[in-house]
């Protein structure tokens, strides 16, 4: 049995939490450009991405790093055709395995992180590990990636965000650790290698990247990569300094905490910033489904 963190009780009960200030209604333009029956032409596109650009530059590029737009469609197929829609009015949508998935749902499959040669997090129920998505590939990240709401879980699944700008801040004390992060870990592929290419990947978890400050992180996944045989071991260096990460992110955890509510599209800054879930427990009769895109956005 689940226990119900403090998170989830405090949120559930005030119908409010740390997103609303991310919060905006979907302006009619993008709404109707993302659920007319028909696909927008191109006049309707052009104003939609206008529109959308606009509200992505202020909360997503200079604002929190995050955009929660409400009042669309929860049902499924509607859901993934505006998903689907809006990544392609942001840019390219990035496959998320190598069967060139691109609209991946995420919900619990019955797997632990980093189970077996394959299994994500986004296939668990279990919480915490804030990370960046698209750790198994090699740099460039996706510079967004989306969450759309179709259904919520009743228990537990509220997200937990936590800014590099905070990150960096907090450990400008210790350049040591800094150094450290910003040199190559291995980061075990998750088996979307291709045949012949080695199961890891080696990138700094720190790095630059459209002139940013970008972060590529998800703790399990380096420490799989370091156990494959044709790896290195963590130095103890490099242990302490991810201890020293987690330790600094474990205190930034609780400061910005939402849940996304059906019908509720989030576009994230995956470059800056980390997220996890609450774990969170489904009704068997209506299980969490939340759909996903990695986009790489045009140049
Ligand atoms: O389940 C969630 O709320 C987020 C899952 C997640 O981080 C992911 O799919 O990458
Ligand atoms: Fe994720």
Known sequence: MTEKTDVDGALDAAHVDGFDVCRVEVPDVVGAALTDDREPDQGLAEAARESLSRLVREHVDDGTGLLVLTGLPAEPEPAERALNRLSALLGES?????????????????TAIGEGARARYSDSRFGGNLHTDGVERPLPAPELFTLYCVRQSVRGGALQLVHVREIVRELSARPDVLRVLREPFHFDRRGDQQPGEPPTVAKPILFEQRGRQGIAYLRSYIELGHAHSGSPALSAEQAAALDALDEVVGGLASSMVGKLREGELAIFDNLSLLHGRTEFQDDPTRARLLLRTWIRVSA
């Open 94 to 110: 990035l496959p998320q395995n190598l069967e060139g998935l691109i609209v991946k749902h995420v919900r619990d499959r019955g």
